[in-house]
């Protein structure tokens, strides 16, 4: 199984970047679906997080301003990143939690992607 994100880069404060994230593999299911970010000397932290079913959360930070989307069957989820802040500037990287294959049942990472908003 193989995390693979798209998007990111450079925006200005108040503009929109827009990230995706597909899963690739013989995979049976996803339970959660979401995106962290990570600044230098912090830890990593929630960002927006979607099930299987549609449910969403979201950091309190980015509510109002982010939405997560999913497709299911093709396994993608979809950071849209509106009114972006200087403070959103972070590393950002898809998860997939709860990916069932035939033989396991695991947790992954994609590669981060780097999200810098200028003020």
Known sequence: VQLQAFGGGLA????????????SGNIFSINVMGWYRQVPGKQREL????????????ADSVKGRFTISRANAKNTV??????LKPEDTAVYYCAAIGVQTMTS???YWGQG?????SS
């Open 78 to 83: 979809v950071l849209q990143m509106n009114s």
């Open 105 to 107: 049942k695991y947790d």
């Open 47 to 58: 960002v927006a997080a979607i099930t299987s079913g549609g449910s969403t959360d979201y």
């Open 12 to 23: 200005q404060a108040g503009g929109s970047l827009r990230l995706s994230c597909a899963a």
């Open 113 to 117: 992607t780097q999200v810098t908003v």
